[in-house]
């Protein structure tokens, strides 16, 4: 088995085996990111800001952190107001309009209330348990951040008419991607099949741009070892339990039913079958 690596390891190491894709992410990183810290030193030193609430058509209010919104604030995220959640469908569903970066808030959001419920019955368990259920270890605030930013993350990888794009994409550097994707599922145990949408948001998520921005001393995350947060975070992209105390937030973001899947099922069915049905019925 390959020795598992620290994040400032394991950037060298994609760097020399993965050269062309590492570069190109890294460029892109450094063109998409520079807002972002530009949008970090523009905040109080001295203060945290209130957080932002968004108001979302499935989900009703979505909140964000200073910290977060310093992040969607940039090209990182808002290009993905271009991105179709579902490709070329509304050529059949007209409504089908929406973006991924409304998912994307909308993921952040399904997540953090799926920790509020695991953390309901962790602390059922515990109160009224029988004497055979186990001490359920509860998450904290630095698991629940590192959830809601890999959230945040988790589609920056997208190209245009999202998945739809993908061979085009992996069929560029083919050698890469395939050695990557060995990479990472050696380096995060439990990770499953790697998307190239996904190889590419871990790739984001490790170069050194956004090392920049998790260091930060504007990103106040109440994260302790800023600089092995893109583990953390690429972790949880890939459903790995690295880095995780209460190994049951595995699957949050990828698992078999996580964060992802609760949000598009209901915001798909939303903008496509349930508009349809409003309009047919008049």
């Known amino acids: 088995m390959a020795p598992i690596m620290d994040a400032k390891t394991l950037r060298s190491h994609l760097a020399e085996e993965i050269p062309n894709l590492w570069a190109a992410c890294d460029a892109i990183g450094s063109e998409w990111t520079a807002q972002v810290i530009a949008n970090l030193e523009s905040l109080s030193s ?107 993350f988790h589609d920056i990888g997208h190209g245009p008419f999202s998945h739809a794009s993908e061979p085009l994409i992996d069929r560029a550097q083919a050698d890469e991607f395939a050695r990557l994707r060995t990479i990472l599922q050696q380096q995060f145990v439990g990770a499953g099949t790697v998307k190239t949408s996904e190889a590419v948001a871990v790739l984001l998520v490790l170069s050194e741009p956004l090392r920049k921005i998790f260091v930060h001393p504007q990103f106040r995350a109440p994260i302790k070892h800023r600089e092995e947060l893109p583990i953390g975070i690429t972790a949880r992209l890939l459903g790995s339990w690295r880095n995780l105390r209460p190994g049951y937030l595995a699957g949050l973001i990828s698992g078999p039913i996580d964060a992802d899947k609760l949000d598009y099922m209901a915001r798909d069915s939303y903008f496509t079958v349930c508009q349809s049905d409003w309009m047919s019925s008049g």
């Open 46 to 152: 001295e203060r945290t800001a209130f957080p932002k609430t968004f108001t979302d058509p499935v989900l009703g209010p979505v909140e964000l952190f200073e910290w977060e919104v310093a992040v969607v604030d940039s090209p990182l995220l808002q290009r993905l107001r271009g991105v179709r959640q579902l490709g070329m469908a509304h050529a059949v569903y007209t409504g089908a309009t929406h973006d991924r970066l409304s998912h994307t808030l909308g993921v952040v959001e399904v997540a953090d209330r799926m920790i509020n419920a695991l953390l309901k019955n962790a602390g059922y368990h515990k109160e009224y348990g029988s004497d055979r259920d186990p001490d359920v270890p509860l998450p904290d605030d630095e698991d629940r951040h590192t959830i809601r930013l890999a959230g945040l």
